[in-house]
């Protein structure tokens, strides 16, 4: 808000059944919304809300007009006023604000549990346009409790502006509005993770989109394939997009990277456990930090990526998890609420946090279960268009473009397609590599093949199999007439595989 409004409070807003409703100040005098009207200010209306049971709320929320809907606001409460003028009762005392899923009202309401203005289009009047809607916590840090959580995500479905609906922060700023990524276009985040330097097809972002985006309260993708084809590029690209952010290398607190370790467990790992050592009692990990984060604002989104997910058994460590987000449930973190007065004692699972699990598929990791591929969404990035990643990294670093030959693309695609059909194959990060190496060779004029020799260091070394492999290094061979250092590896591999039925890289 770039002008400071003039502000009328109001009673405790109560929640009906379909709507919130509340008082508003001294209708008869208005003094402070006919100030704002002449001088072309804002003015805001702010109300307390208290959700069931809950007396001790600290939930605000300011709706702000300016302009032309403020006109029609003070023009509506002139209308009241003016019907109610020589009734015994009068308009002060029983005028409401009605915020429902049809708009926001200005009226003299009956006393009932369940309001719908559509039904009485007469006694409603029409809805008033709000241009602006603040809300502020000032509980518990900014913690919101579930009660108020589902407040604010009642908001967000009735008032689906996003530009609409932002968090106050503590020193009294409005949080600059970050759109959920479902509201987010598809050519607006293609556009984006371009100038990211993500180099994805449209296919697998939109593919991506909708894995992160189709379900409205769980978000949970993994993206499966080998090692270097761009999956924990593509969730930060995509972060970074949704986030509005301009490159890469900039930190930003709604995305976190979490690296999965072999010896995680249980879910303490994740979440935290007490910890009598810890200042606050509680031991803080990065992803409990987020899914605070998370429910803090549930109308701005927080990605987190879970790097190597199957590194450790997903079922020990992150069951709990999968089970929260099933049935939209609450996450316990302890039952010490005496001791531990910084950590919730449960938080609800956030429909705004958007996890990404990163999954190599080699013998090095634990593959997933039935039960957590039934809960995600498994995206493959196996497939590797070489060409197309080479001409995209000649444009992107124009350094490498004199050694990213089409003849050399040429080579590296033929060798990709004859590896592929066993998974064996290799992705972006080795291209670029081969390219840098290359390129590193010229600089320091090399007089060895260094295009030979990456291939014997980079391609060949993870190759393994028995003897369904047998055409695959015939194939290979063939490929590496000019290669003298790699086709005698390869034939290596073909002796061993004839001596002993098995072979691998030695």
């Not at 003849?407 to 290799?426: G, K, M, R, T, V």
Request: with cysteine; net charge negative.
């Amino acid at each position: 808000m770039a002008t400071k409004p003039s502000v009328g409070s109001a009673n405790s807003a109560r929640i009906l059944k379909n709507a919130f409703k509340a008082g508003i100040p001294n209708l008869a005098t208005r003094s402070n919304l006919k100030r704002a009207r002449d001088h072309d200010r804002p003015w805001a209306w702010a109300s307390k809300i208290i959700p069931a049971g809950l007396r001790d709320s600290e939930l605000y929320i300011a709706l702000i007009f300016k302009g032309q809907n403020l006109h029609k606001l003070e023009e509506r409460l002139e209308e009241i006023e003016a019907r109610a003028r020589n009734t015994s009762r009068p308009p002060t005392n029983n005028t409401r604000f009605l915020l429902h899923a049809s708009g926001f009202y200005a009226t003299v309401l009956p006393e009932a549990d369940s309001i719908d203005p559509l039904a009485d289009p007469a006694g409603y009047g029409a809805p008033i346009p709000v241009d602006e809607i603040v809300y502020a916590d000032v509980e518990v840090n900014g913690q919101l409790t579930s009660q108020e959580v589902d407040v604010i995500r009642r908001l967000r479905r009735d008032y689906s502006n996003p530009e609409k609906i932002v968090r106050l922060e503590e020193n009294g700023v409005v949080e600059a509005t970050m759109a959920l990524p479902h509201l987010v276009s598809i050519d607006r985040i293609e556009r984006a993770v371009a100038d990211l330097g993500g180099h994805f097809s449209k296919d697998v972002l939109e593919t991506y989109h909708l894995n992160t985006v189709h379900n409205p309260r769980k978000h949970f993708v993994i993206l499966r394939g080998i090692s270097g084809t761009g999956k924990s590029r593509l969730a930060k690209c995509y972060a970074y997009a949704v986030l509005g952010l301009e490159g890469l290398d900039a930190v930003h607190d709604r995305f976190t990277v979490i690296p999965v370790e072999p010896h995680w467990t249980d879910p303490s790992f994740l979440i935290g456990h007490e910890d009598v050592l810890a200042s606050d009692g509680y031991r803080r990990t990065a992803f409990l930090e987020a899914i605070l984060l998370a429910c803090s604002d549930p109308l701005q989104p927080v990605f987190v990526l879970l790097d190597e997910m199957n590194r450790a058994q997903v079922e020990h460590y992150f069951s709990n998890m999968l089970s929260v987000m099933e049935i939209e449930g609450n996450i316990t973190l302890h039952a010490n609420p005496t001791k531990i007065k910084k950590i919730p004692t449960t938080i609800p699972w956030p429909h705004n946090l958007y996890i990404t699990g990163t999954v190599n598929d080699d013998e090095s990791v634990i593959p997933f279960s039935p039960m957590v591929l039934d809960r995600a969404n498994s995206q493959d990035l196996s497939s590797v268009d070489v060409r197309g990643y080479g001409n995209w990294l000649r444009r992107r670093e124009p350094n490498l473009e004199a050694v990213l030959t089409s003849a050399l693309l040429d080579e590296l695609a033929s060798l990709a397609d004859i590896l592929a059909p066993f998974q064996l194959h290799f992705g972006n990060r080795t291209i670029r590599e081969i390219a840098m190496y290359a390129h590193g060779a010229e600089v320091i004029k090399a007089s060895v093949d260094p295009i030979d020799r990456q291939i014997d260091q980079k391609v060949l070394p993870k190759l393994r199999g028995g003897p369904e492999c047998i055409n695959m290094l015939e194939s290979l061979e063939a490929a590496l007439a000019s290669r003298p250092q790699s086709r005698l590896r390869v034939r290596q591999m073909r002796s061993d595989l004839e001596l002993t039925d098995y072979f691998k890289y030695r």
